[in-house]
C-alpha cells in the first residue's frame, strides 16, 4: 500500500481542518465545562450557607439569605442561558469522533483500510465533515427546541 508519510498530509486541507476542529471543539469543551462547574460549585456554596447565615439570627443574616438566593437564581439563569453542561458534552463527544477518526487514519484502520494516500484524504475530508455537521444540526435543533419551549 502506498500511504503518505506524515510531511505529505499535514499540509493538505483535509489535515488542517481536522486539527483545526479537534483544537476548536477540545478549547470550547474544556471552556463550558470550567464554566458549568464553577457555577454549579457556586450555587452548591451559596444554598448550604444560606441555613448557616440565617441561624446566625444578626440584622444583616437576611439580607445575606435573600442576596445568596437570588444569586443562585441569577447563576442557574446563566446556566440555562448558555448551555454550558449541554454543551460541553456536545462538543466533548464532536472532539472525541474527531480523535478518533485522526487515530483511524493514522493507523490506516476502519475505512482507512487498504486505500491510497490522496484517496484516504478525501475520506477523511468527507468523515470530519459529517462530524461536524452532525454537531451544528444537533445544535441548530437544541437552540430551536429552547426557543420554541420558552415561547410556550
Known amino acids: 500500500m502506498n500511504f503518505l508519510a506524515p510531511e505529505d498530509f ?3 486541507p483535509a489535515w488542517q481542518r481536522l486539527e483545526d476542529q479537534l483544537q476548536w471543539y477540545d478549547r470550547k469543551s474544556i471552556r463550558n465545562k470550567r464554566w458549568y462547574k ?3 460549585v457556586t450555587q452548591l456554596c451559596l444554598a448550604a450557607s444560606i441555613p448557616i447565615i440565617a441561624l446566625a439570627g444578626a440584622a444583616w443574616s437576611k439580607w445575606v439569605t ?3 438566593g437570588g444569586l443562585i437564581a441569577v447563576f442557574e439563569g446563566v446556566q440555562q442561558l448558555n448551555q454550558f453542561g449541554p454543551q460541553w458534552i456536545a462538543y466533548r463527544s464532536t472532539a472525541e ?3 478518533h477518526e485522526k487515530f483511524l487514519f493514522l493507523s490506516q484502520s476502519g475505512q482507512y483500510r487498504n486505500i491510497e494516500g490522496g484517496e484516504a484524504l478525501r475520506l477523511l475530508a468527507e468523515r470530519v465533515e459529517e462530524n461536524v455537521s452532525q454537531e451544528h444540526a444537533r445544535w441548530t435543533n437544541k437552540s430551536k427546541q429552547t426557543l ?4 410556550t
Open 38 to 40: 464553577i457555577l454549579r
Open 66 to 68: 435573600a442576596a445568596f
Open 97 to 99: 469522533q474527531l480523535r
Open 10 to 12: 499535514q499540509n493538505h
Open 148 to 151: 420554541e419551549e420558552k415561547h
